[in-house]
């Protein structure tokens, strides 16, 4: 496990160089138990669940995924998760906001 910062981002902003990300967004679908799919309104992701053992969220329920990202051979892009956190008492819109507001300023 990495130890490193993780960095706040939308699945769109995602890139080649990110290792450790945060991404909050809705549980479109689960999978598995080991997998689940993730959608910020900017794109989707899929999570692999490791090292967590209640796992008791469910389709659309928002949370907040910390993990290292992956890049799988055919291009799509993993995050390998260590923690998920409940998010449904978020203001998503509002969050979307000053995400962009910060984006915009960095």
Do not use: P
């Not at 993780?6 to 997998?35: C, H, L, P, W």
């Not at 389709?59 to 990202?69: A, C, K, R």
């Not at 799509?76 to 915009?104: C, G, P, T, W």
């Amino acid at each position: 496990m990495s130890f490193q910062h993780a960095k706040q981002r939308m699945i769109k902003d995602i890139t080649i160089d990110d290792e450790r990300i945060q991404v909050t967004g809705y549980i479109k679908s689960r999978i598995n138990d080991e997998f689940f799919i993730l959608d910020d309104q900017t794109g989707q992701i899929n999570i692999k669940i490791i090292r967590i053992d209640d796992f008791n969220f469910e389709e659309n329920d928002l949370v907040n995924v910390i993990g290292d990202l992956e890049f799988q051979s055919t291009g799509e892009k993993r995050i390998n998760a260590d923690i998920i956190q409940d998010m449904k008492k978020l203001n998503f819109k509002y969050y979307q906001k000053i995400y962009q507001l910060k984006k915009e300023l960095d």
